[in-house]
């Protein structure tokens, strides 16, 4: 049968991912209501028990769909950080370029990375240092942190800024996208208030 023949088409590593891409693309095409195990092992080529030894019920399908969101997020923001100028103003700018870039080609996958649900996740990444997609912001948020100050205070205006930007923009606030690479006219003028955030980078 064609399902046996899929099964035996995958090992137990890749398997697991292709779960995880059969759910991106479940979540992309139908929303999150629409991804279950049974539906993610059916696009797959699978069994419905598959993803069981995979994934502790659709919560944990959910959770590594977060992670890998995660690290596509991580690696947009990073495309774009390479692609833009390399001073530390410019950095900032280029991944909040690369933070909406990633939302509006990914608008459920990015829903989900920050839904409740998957929050333990969120959680994880913000922990897990620069090898992170919130440590891509720290880096570059790191230039502007005066001698002795939290972190955390230029960390949150710039997030603050580029998130609540973007959430308005998906939600059609400011109308359609006019296809520029800024999304909207809007992102440039908005995004220049970082230069009240950051201000100079900061000396030792």
Known sequence: MVEVKDKKSHHHGDLRAALIQSGIEILTESGLDSLTLRRCAARAGVSHAAPAHHFDGVAGLRGAIAKEGFDRFRQTMLKARAAGGQSPEAHIRSICRGYLDFAVENPALFALIFSCGPMAQFEEDMKAGDASAYGVLRQACAPFVPPGADPRIIETQVWSLIHGFTHLFLAGTFGPANATP????????????LQKIGGEPATG
């Open 182 to 193: 800024d999304h909207h006219a809007l992102f440039a003028p908005v995004m220049s208030l």
